[in-house]
Nanobody, 118 residues
């Protein structure tokens, strides 16, 4: 089972951009990768992910057109490019993975804080 480590979080002004990275300890080609976030006092929510083993992606309505998920299987990396950031994007962002046959994400990183100032 791979381990995931996120990086790239930080403080940014409204309208700014950040790119989060997720480094896996092993091969991710057999995993479905996704990003989630949890704001203070709220439940963790899905942000973006890949559909199965393909390149098709899916996004939460709140981030469509602003965030882009990407992966580099050769480097065992996943990314989340976040543009036009809003204060409501402030949260801890988590990288996650699940096996192709699993219905739920079972592998989680430790999270990286993203704070968007108004």
């Amino acid at each position: 089972q791979v381990q995931l480590v996120e990086s790239g979080g930080g403080l940014v002004q409204t309208g700014g951009s950040l790119r989060l990275s997720c480094a896996a300890s092993g091969r991710i080609s057999n995993y479905v990768m996704g990003w989630f976030r949890q704001a203070p006092g709220k439940e963790r929510e899905f942000v973006a992910g890949f559909r199965g083993s393909g390149i098709s992606t899916t996004y939460a309505d709140s981030v469509k057109g602003r965030f882009t998920i990407a992966r580099d299987n050769a480097k065992n990396m996943a990314y989340l490019q976040m543009n036009s950031l809003k204060p409501e994007d402030t949260a801890v962002y988590y990288c996650a993975a699940r096996g192709m046959a699993e219905s739920k994400y079972s592998i989680w990183g430790q999270g990286t804080q993203v704070t968007v100032s108004s």
